[in-house]
């Protein structure tokens, strides 16, 4: 589970409250590894990715624009990673989440939280520095 924390800020509003987002969606996941009550959890998998999908071309869409108008030098970088990350999500099969949903829920979650660690805190917090 993912808790935001101030220094999680790159100092936008914004995109903050974006980069919350995205830790919900995170969480969501992690709500639905953790639920033993529920067998079947193919329909909320689905749920959570197409969330993940349409939000985080929203998210970089907006994030992106902010980068060019604030002339970031790491732009090239950032949007070839976004580029990465949609390419990704949009390559998901169907088949392989119902082959084993608690596993490809793992590997959902480590994707996204990966992605949090790595890109949100880390590349993302240069944008404002």
């Known amino acids: 589970m993912l808790i935001w924390k101030d220094s999680y800020s790159i100092d936008m509003d914004l995109i903050d409250t ?8 995170g969480n969501q996941a992690y709500s639905l590894l953790k639920n033993g009550l529920k067998v079947d959890k193919y329909d909320e998998i689905i749920v959570i990715i197409e969330d993940l999908r349409s939000y985080t071309k929203y998210h970089f869409k907006c994030e992106e624009e902010y980068m060019l108008q604030v002339n970031y030098s790491g ?8 580029d990465a990350f949609i390419k990704k999500i949009d390559a998901i099969r169907l088949y ?3 082959r084993n949903q608690q ?3 793992e590997d959902l979650l ?4 990966n992605w949090i660690l790595e890109h949100i805190l880390q590349k ?3 944008i404002m520095s």
């Open 18 to 25: 974006q980069h919350k987002h995205l830790f919900d969606i």
């Open 75 to 82: 732009y090239e970088d950032q949007k070839k990673e976004h």
């Open 96 to 98: 392989d989440i119902d």
């Open 103 to 105: 596993k490809y829920i």
């Open 110 to 113: 480590g994707f996204i939280f």
């Open 124 to 126: 993302d917090k240069l």
